[in-house]
């Protein structure tokens, strides 16, 4: 039974195959045009001219006109000269004129001339009647004609016949035709045969653009696999991570609303251990990649733009970028836009993101959807995203998740999160497990933290080691924390420095705290220079006129975490300013910590002022850390009551610094508010 439909599907499908049918006879009638003269216009390199050949059969001048030379040679057939028949009978064939040309290239393929024979194959092709033309290309390429055995290896190939394509293929190969050697390159590939690329290389050399485009890649594929495996285009580590989920105090962080995958831009292979750009396999990809963009193939052209990016060489990337994409390239038009954004020129970028968005590229689609959210156009960055999923690029439903998430639409981005994650998008599988942890729903958060982190998710193998340490499982916690640390995350580097300290591994503890503060860890920063001030030796009393030493290591590291409005390392850098002599320093960061909330600092702010006379403004930051908690600004204060005869406040802020501590301090202070009490019952 055919359904309502059926026929017009059927009828569809005929004509498609009638047109592949005309495509690969066209295929093979330019291949041999292009190699080896289809026209043979002069027959002499195949034949040997008969005894009635006349003059006039011989090649034409440039000046001759195409109705000149065919005038002429129609004129020596007409006296049966081989020669011309052939010459006539292609001639004839380029035109398309099948009719007229068959009688000239079957009479002088029974003269024996094997360039008619592969002619009369091609004309025979394009008539529908593969079988037959087979056979003439048989005997033209057992008489030794490239061209001929290239086409009757490609006869054999499209029936299945693979020994049999090999060995035509070959023949025409190894008579230096460049489509046969293609061909037969292509044929050794796809069986994974080491051989082809011998034979890439001999069609490159010939000028074939796609052979030399296939070549690079395979030389390419050569140089990286040992470090990163086969190319591809794929996402790009550059386009970054999703933010942590976590903050150092194990707090649930919101996502960013308006970040999105770069996804698959090209990436160009990074250069093995000991090679330059330009040098070894890699260099010689990059001349056949330039090679073929030369000739016009637009891959070739992505390819090599995408080299010259990553070596920072963006005006010749962006030609190559634009030649590409003007031949039609959505790839390159989206990485043109990249490139251009990357400039500062963000209207051009929309333009060619927009050509490429349309030519189905999802990933420029999901560019223009952050593009209109970073403007506070969300329907239409939602409209984007949804382009980008419709296209196959998941990175916009993980996009879509991260929208609703802003907009505080978590039952919809959970959803988008959801399909994601189940298509492989790990960002998005730590997305959702964060959603669901909000929601309190850690049972479900776990699962999908662990698919996440073993995809290779360096967030959420951060996120499940914060869940194992606030169940105390500090063994599993740190197993996580190491593997996110392996990869580069920040905070992770910092727990596992801290758990390496808490150990007594010094030099492993330094180890990760280098990572995690030349990562901008302000805190891994901090115990980075505790470390190595703890190595410092006694630097001895300060003395006056002395030149002031230069700064440690330890002390740029704390600066560096002061500089990030680290209260402890700020109060420290003063400190070891303070013991350089340079107090002006010394209360700028004891100032600025105190400001912040830090007690130490105002306690030392208020030491610094009251050593400068400034004694009333050192009782205010001195309350401020006594209220704090500080217990030495407690005993401060009570002093300072006690000198001006305010005996009764001096025994309140003695009880106070008794109360706050340490011991010293409450000994000193249990002592003066004796005395005090003393002088107020005398």
């Known amino acids: 039974m055919v359904f309502m439909g059926d026929r017009a599907t059927l009828l569809e499908t005929g004509r498609f195959v009638q047109r592949h049918a005309r495509n690969a006879a066209d295929e093979i009638i330019e291949a041999v045009r292009a190699v080896d003269a ?8 195949d034949t040997t001219a008969g005894a009635g050949s006349v003059p006039d059969a011989g090649p034409e001048t440039e000046a001759e006109t195409e109705a000149e030379t065919e005038a002429r040679h129609r004129r020596a057939a007409e006296r049966g000269d081989t020669d011309a028949m052939s010459a006539l009978g292609a001639l004839l064939l380029r035109r398309g004129d099948l009719d007229a040309a068959e009688p000239f290239l079957r009479g002088a393929t029974a003269e024996g001339d094997r360039a008619a024979a592969n002619n009369l194959g091609v004309l025979l092709h394009q008539r529908g009647y593969p079988d037959e033309a087979a056979g003439w290309w048989r005997v033209a390429a057992v008489a030794g004609s490239a061209p001929a055995a290239h086409a009757l290896g490609r006869h054999h190939r499209e029936r299945g016949d693979e020994p049999a394509a ?3 293929l070959r023949q025409a190969a190894e008579q230096g035709h460049a489509l046969g050697a293609y061909a037969l390159a292509d044929l050794l590939e796809h069986r994974g045969d080491i051989g082809a690329e011998r034979w890439l290389r001999a069609a490159a050399e010939q000028g074939h653009r796609e052979a030399a485009y296939r070549l690079a890649l395979s030389l390419e594929r050569r140089a990286t696999e040992v470090l990163r495996g086969p190319h591809a285009y794929g996402p790009s580590a550059s386009a970054g991570r999703a933010g942590h989920a976590y903050d150092t105090a194990g707090r649930l962080r919101a996502a960013d609303p308006l970040r999105t995958d770069d996804g698959p831009r090209p990436e160009a292979a990074e250069p093995r251990t000991g090679e330059t750009p330009g040098t070894g396999l890699l260099g010689e990809a990059e001349q056949w990649f330039r090679q073929a963009a030369a000739r016009g193939h637009r891959k070739a052209a992505l390819h090599l733009g995408a080299i010259l990016e990553q070596r920072g060489e963006l005006k010749e990337a962006g030609r190559w970028y634009l030649s590409s994409a003007k031949e039609g390239e959505a790839k390159a038009a989206c990485a043109l836009g990249f490139l251009l954004r990357d400039a500062g020129d963000e209207e051009s970028a929309a333009v060619w993101w927009l050509r490429a968005a349309q030519d189905g590229d999802g990933n420029a689609a999901n560019a223009l959807g952050a593009l209109h959210a970073a403007r506070g156009e969300q329907q239409t960055a939602e409209r984007w995203y949804r382009t980008a999923m419709d296209a196959g690029d998941v990175n916009g439903a993980y996009n879509l998740g991260l929208l609703c998430a802003a907009q505080d639409r978590l039952p919809q981005a959970e959803q988008w999160y959801r399909r994601a994650a189940y298509a492989g998008h790990r960002e998005a599988a730590n997305a959702l497990a964060v959603l669901l942890l909000q929601a309190g729903d850690a049972n479900g958060a776990e699962p999908w933290f662990s698919k996440a982190a073993e995809a290779g998710s360096v967030d959420a ?39 390496a300290l808490r150990d007594g591994d010094e030099q492993t503890a330094e180890r990760h705290l280098r990572c995690a503060a030349g990562g901008g860890s302000a805190e891994a920063a901090f115990r980075l220079a505790t470390v190595l001030d703890a190595r410092r030796p006694d630097p001895g009393p300060v003395v006056l006129g002395a030149p002031v030493d230069q700064k440690t290591e330890c002390e740029e590291w704390y600066e560096r975490a002061a500089e990030q409005g680290h209260r402890r390392a700020q109060v420290r850098v003063g400190m070891l300013a303070a013991g350089r002599g340079d107090l002006t320093e010394a209360a700028r960061w004891y100032r600025e910590a105190a400001e912040a909330g830090s007690r130490n600092g105002a306690f030392n702010l208020g030491l610094l002022l009251a050593r400068e006379g400034s004694e009333r403004e050192a009782a205010l930051w001195w309350t401020r850390a006594a209220r704090a908690g500080h217990g030495r600004a407690a005993l401060r204060l009570a002093l300072l009551a006690a000198r001006r005869g305010e005996l009764s406040e001096g025994r309140g802020w003695c009880a106070r610094a008794v109360e706050l501590g340490p011991a010293e301090v409450a000994e000193r202070a249990a002592r003066l508010s004796e005395a005090l009490h003393q002088e107020l019952t005398a």
């Open 38 to 45: 289809v026209a043979h216009t002069t027959a002499g390199t």
């Open 166 to 168: 090999e060995y035509w």
């Open 461 to 499: 193998a951060f996120n499940l080691g914060i869940i194992h340490a606030g169940r105390d499982d500090d063994r599993t916690a740190l197993v996580w924390y190491e593997r996110a640390a392996a990869a580069g995350h920040t905070e992770a580097a910092l727990q596992v420095g801290i758990a």
